[in-house]
């Protein structure tokens, strides 16, 4: 039962456009939403979060939309730059006593051509 | 701040033996989850520890346990290891609701 679904396993986007990668999840009690991005054979470094009182959050290039009806989030890179290239995990966690459990999604290739 | 330091970097083991993997999280965080990777499973959580506490598992079988201790550092353990173990295992420290990740320990069962 995968509770957060990345269901792109790639994109691929020209240097200077918009990135869109998207994130489903099934479980209501999921409040808090993040974004990371990762290297192979490296820690996921985290980019940017939402909390589910909130439909939108930006930090910079970074833009992260949450539809909870949809149950949908999604992370806008703009503009896209080839540093950009690595896999993008979505996360989610649910408050109460999911103590320190962030549940992934299978993650989206992301590659920014010159 | 420092970030999260995992140490070993790498491992390698054969099969039956058990490992202990170290992690120090960011000066300040109290909680520590660790995570295994693997290409089949994607990340999947294993527990987390706050105050020396288990607060939290993820379903592992129990040859994978952890502590945590006073000073927040936390070790995980795995006894008889299997093939299957075969992993990236991530350490997070956290600060209210969000993680931050170590690089990371890639051990490799043979």
């Known amino acids: 039962d995968q509770q957060v679904k990345q269901n792109s396993p790639s994109l691929s986007v020209q240097e200077g456009r918009i990135s869109i990668l998207n994130c489903d999840y099934t479980?209501?009690?999921?409040?808090?939403f993040l974004w990371y991005k990762k290297y192979p054979a490296e820690g996921p470094t985290f980019l940017i979060s939402?909390?589910?009182?909130?439909d939108k959050n930006e930090d910079g290039r970074f833009t992260v939309f949450l539809n909870k009806s949809a149950k949908h989030l999604s992370l806008h890179i703009v503009p896209s730059q080839p540093g950009d290239s690595a896999v993008y995990f979505c996360?989610?966690?649910?408050?109460?006593?999911?103590?320190?459990?962030?549940?992934f999604g299978q993650g989206t290739i992301l590659t920014v051509h010159p | 701040k420092a970030g999260v330091t995992q140490t070993p970097r790498y491992l390698i083991k054969t099969r039956g033996q058990q490992v202990t993997l170290s992690c120090s999280p960011i000066?300040?965080?109290?909680?520590v989850s660790w995570y295994q990777q693997t290409p089949g499973q994607g990340l999947q959580f294993l527990f987390e520890?706050?105050?020396?506490?288990?607060?939290n598992k993820g379903n592992f079988p129990g040859r994978f346990s952890g502590r945590q201790f006073s000073n927040s550092r936390s070790e995980m353990n795995v006894s008889t290891l299997e093939l299957g173990d075969s992993a990236l295992y991530l350490c997070?420290?956290?600060?209210?609701?969000?993680?931050?990740f170590g690089p990371g320990t890639r051990l490799t069962v043979l």
């Open positions: 997070a420290s956290s600060f209210n609701n969000e993680q931050f």
């Open positions: 479980n209501s009690m999921f409040d808090y």
């Open positions: 939402i909390s589910s009182i909130k």
């Open positions: 996360a989610a966690f649910a408050g109460g006593t999911s103590y320190g459990k962030l549940t």
């Open positions: 000066s300040g965080h109290r909680s």
């Open positions: 520890y706050f105050s020396e506490t288990q607060r």
